[in-house]
């Protein structure tokens, strides 16, 4: 980095994102992923959090008069300023959502996409809204609202594209520092492809354009401990051979992740093979031979990916953002999540707003349970174990989530040393009819009658819950959404 002037990693200093946090203590029920087809319950358990955010202990079997001889004690570090946060019966605590891609500077075009498919999509309505956000009080307004919609949705971390200009992608990650969202930003980089009025004007222009955002949250956030800044070249279409070799050398530099889209659409195939003859029809080919996949590059999409491409993603450690409700809304086609597991490729969930309509990880997970029904019903492909499970999504939301990433060591989970991302969930428990007309907590969709098993509360959660049942959501112990 030292190239171009930026503060290292090393430096250390910043107090933006250390939240004057207290330390915790949480009891109740705990659920998360221990594998990719196993959800592990920990029931009548604490887990305590230091005023740093980070989970230092894990304690099943405990209730409160317990933690308090048992787990108080033992830490030192607890203070009696330590709050207590309990879980009503019936909620439960979850790791937060990571969605490993989206579209900050989309979000007001949610649920605004015709019968466009990608190429006149990006024409129709997404350079102009993009292109619209230079202003910054247009900027502030509609980057606040995504990190507020989000949060409220239970996604703790975000990989979020802004637009190509400086200034408001500067904002977005400001703005995630004060809302306390965890975040990657990139600024997009686009020489081609774009109208006149929202494209960089020369590779060099986009270069010095990314290393200035780049360096800009490096200085708000050395140590990269709330928001890291990533390398996005918006796709090989969008971007002429010499920028890409521009950002893949910077990639190499800098060592910081890359996120980009690959294969998401029959027509976008087509031009990447027209634009860049030399890749042999391999759009997979065309980045690695700018250095940009990496084992930190994020993938978005890659609906159409053929074998040897996989392949090629797979020997280089790339990761896969699937984004089923955006392939589904413009028609790209339907990814096979089981066949890139199956190789061995890192998936997680991607919202991609707005060419996705909504910005809940939990719709996503839903529909990538259906998306799987579908590629399992193809003629000719009937085979079972295409087909996703609850476990397996809520895993791909979280855990795979963190893996794409490169955070699988701090978030995803909840175990000594991870920092705590979590959400609270609370499910509507049916109970007396009277009782509920004299109004309460918001019900939401998924009712619990009583007799339910866990699984089946987690299940009806998955493809039932939205934001309502999202009580509470937590990013490195500080409190950044409560639902009133
Ligand atoms: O879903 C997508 N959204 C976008 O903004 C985009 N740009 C290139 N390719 C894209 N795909």
């Given at each position: 980095m030292g190239d171009i002037g930026m503060p290292t990693a090393t430096l250390g200093g910043s107090t933006e994102t250390k939240s004057p946090s207290r330390n915790k203590l949480f009891l109740g029920t705990f659920i998360h992923s221990k594998t990719l087809t196993e959800l592990e319950y920990l029931h009548n358990a604490a887990v305590a959090v230091n005023s740093l955010g980070t989970?230092?202990?894990?304690?099943?079997?405990?209730?409160?008069?317990?933690?308090?001889?048992?787990?108080?004690?033992?830490?030192?570090?607890?203070?009696?300023?330590?709050?207590?946060?309990?879980?009503?019966?019936?909620?439960?605590?979850?790791?937060?959502?990571?969605?490993?891609?989206?579209?900050?500077?989309?979000?007001?075009?949610?649920?605004?996409?015709?019968?466009?498919?990608?190429?006149?999509?990006?024409?129709?309505?997404?350079?102009?809204?993009?292109?619209?956000?230079?202003?910054?009080?247009?900027?502030?307004?509609?980057?606040?609202?995504?990190?507020r919609k989000t949060l409220s949705h239970g996604t703790t971390t975000a990989a979020y594209y802004a637009t190509i200009d400086v200034p408001a992608t500067n904002l977005l990650a400001d703005l995630c520092l004060s809302s306390g969202q965890r975040a990657l930003i990139g600024r997009v980089c686009m020489d081609q492809l774009g109208p006149s009025y929202y494209l960089d004007e020369s590779p060099a222009e986009s270069l010095t354009k990314t290393k200035q955002c780049i360096e800009h949250v490096l200085t708000k956030d050395p140590k990269m401990e709330l928001i890291t800044p990533i390398i996005t070249p918006r796709f090989a279409p969008a971007c002429s051979a010499p920028l890409m070799k521009e950002l893949g050398q910077l990639a190499k530099e800098t060592d910081l992740p890359v996120q980009t889209h690959i294969s998401e659409n029959k027509n976008e195939i087509a031009l990447v093979a027209s634009l860049f003859p030399d890749a042999g029809d391999s759009y997979a080919e065309v980045y690695d031979m700018f250095g940009l996949l990496t084992p930190k590059t994020i993938l978005a999409h890659a609906v159409h990916l053929t074998e040897k491409e996989a392949d090629l993603v797979?020997?280089?450690?790339?990761?896969?953002?699937?984004?089923?409700?955006?392939?589904?809304?413009?028609?790209?086609?339907?990814?096979?999540?089981?066949?890139?597991?199956?190789?061995?490729?890192?998936?997680?969930?991607?919202?991609?707003?707005?060419?996705?309509?909504?910005?809940?990880?939990?719709?996503?997970?839903?529909?990538?349970?259906?998306?799987?029904?579908?590629?399992?019903?193809?003629?000719?492909?009937?085979?079972?174990?295409?087909?996703?499970?609850?476990?397996?999504?809520?895993?791909?939301?979280?855990?795979?989530?963190?893996?794409?990433?490169?955070?699988?060591?701090?978030?995803?989970?909840?175990?000594?040393?991870m920092e705590w991302d979590v959400q609270l969930v609370g499910l509507h428990e049916v109970g007396d009819e009277e009782e509920e007309e004299d109004g309460g907590e918001e019900e939401g969709n998924v009712d619990v009658f009583g007799w339910e098993s866990w699984e089946e509360k987690v299940a009806k959660w998955v493809y039932n819950g939205d934001d309502r049942n999202t009580k509470k959501v937590w990013v490195r112990g500080r409190l950044v959404h409560e639902r009133r």
């Open positions: 989970i230092v202990a894990v304690s099943p079997d405990t209730d409160l008069a317990k933690a308090q001889t048992t787990i108080l004690p033992q830490l030192s570090w607890l203070s009696e300023d330590t709050e207590i946060i309990v879980a009503k019966p019936g909620q439960f605590f979850f790791p937060g959502f990571i969605d490993t891609h989206l579209h900050a500077s989309q979000y007001p075009n949610v649920g605004l996409f015709g019968n466009s498919t990608l190429l006149d999509w990006l024409n129709t309505y997404t350079f102009p809204l993009e292109a619209s956000l230079s202003s910054l009080p247009k900027a502030q307004k509609v980057y606040s609202r995504v990190i797979r020997e280089r450690r790339s990761k896969v953002s699937h984004c089923p409700c955006s392939n589904s809304a413009i028609t790209s086609g339907a990814a096979r999540v089981r066949w890139l597991l199956d190789k061995g490729i890192e998936v997680g969930l991607g919202t991609d707003m707005s060419g996705g309509y909504s910005p809940s990880v939990l719709e996503a997970a839903r529909h990538a349970v259906l998306v799987s029904r579908h590629i399992c019903m193809d003629e000719g492909r009937s085979e079972e174990r295409d087909k996703l499970s609850v476990e397996e999504v809520l895993y791909l939301a979280t855990r795979g989530g963190a893996k794409v990433v490169g955070m699988e060591r701090k978030i995803g989970g909840l175990e000594v040393g």
